[in-house]
């Protein structure tokens, strides 16, 4: 197993452009989690799956902003239309859920990089 | 509504000395702890947890983490700093059965040789 592999690992775009960022986590995890990294802060939430479905949306992702798990194993996340203020480390994570605790510890991906010009 | 805190930016320290890094959190049910290290370019790696049991737990590196329910903190400390330590801390809370993952802002420790 090679772990949480994103990609790409960085994209620059000019702004009104589409993007789209791919994530292939852990091939037994059913939870997927995307988040957003700016310089110098921590981790915001942007959106988790079960399998396939979307569990929780946050409200810091615009009607821009998608995400999909198709067939509950990789996930895309597209932003449309992009905007200089999206740059960012988009970062994915994934856990297998169960077990006696009930609480599993993320595993992320090495992130990608948007660069919006 | 759940909320972690960490009110140091910066943490600095000399090598070889005692470190500590803070994190505050705030939750209505039973708190599941984490703390993470970022390396420059690099996604975030699990350094420990605490999920129920010992207030202390012990973690990757040499890293242990003390579970305070009356001051509802989760500090991370190490007795001995190396200059590879330096890097991002980020301590992320997730209340059981939720399953949302909420981070810190992130505290940023320099040892220093």
């Known amino acids: 197993d090679t772990g949480v592999s994103q990609n790409p690992r960085h994209k620059i775009t000019k702004r009104g452009q589409n993007v789209t960022f791919r994530c292939d986590p852990i091939?037994?995890?059913?939870?997927l989690y995307w988040y957003r990294q700016t310089l110098g802060q921590g981790p915001e939430f942007l959106t988790y799956?079960?399998?396939?479905?979307?569990?929780?949306k946050s409200r810091l992702l615009s009607d821009r902003f998608s995400a999909e798990r198709p067939k509950g194993s990789f996930s895309t996340l597209e932003i449309q239309r992009t905007e200089q203020g999206d740059s960012a480390m988009y970062l994915c994570?994934?856990?297998?859920?169960?077990?006696?605790?009930?609480?599993?510890?993320?595993?992320f991906g090495a992130g990608s990089r948007l660069t919006v010009l | 509504a759940q909320s972690v805190a960490q009110p140091e930016d910066q943490v600095n320290v000399a090598e070889g000395n005692p470190l500590t890094v803070k994190c505050t959190y705030s939750?209505?049910?039973?708190?599941?702890l984490f703390w993470y290290v970022q390396y420059p370019n690099r996604g975030l790696q699990f350094l420990l947890k605490?999920?129920?049991?010992?207030?202390l737990v012990k973690g990757s590196y040499g890293f242990e983490a003390e579970f305070n329910k009356s001051q509802t903190s989760f500090h991370l400390k190490k007795p001995s700093a190396l200059v590879s330590d330096s890097a991002l801390y980020f301590c992320?809370?997730?209340?059981?059965?939720?399953?949302?993952?909420?981070f810190g802002t992130g505290t940023r420790l320099k040892v220093l040789a």
């Open positions: 994570a994934s856990i297998e859920t169960g077990g006696l605790s009930g609480a599993n510890v993320l595993t």
């Open positions: 091939s037994e995890h059913n939870r």
């Open positions: 799956f079960q399998n396939e479905a979307q569990l929780e």
């Open positions: 939750v209505s049910g039973n708190p599941y």
């Open positions: 605490y999920i129920t049991g010992d207030n």
């Open positions: 992320a809370l997730m209340t059981s059965g939720t399953y949302k993952y909420i």
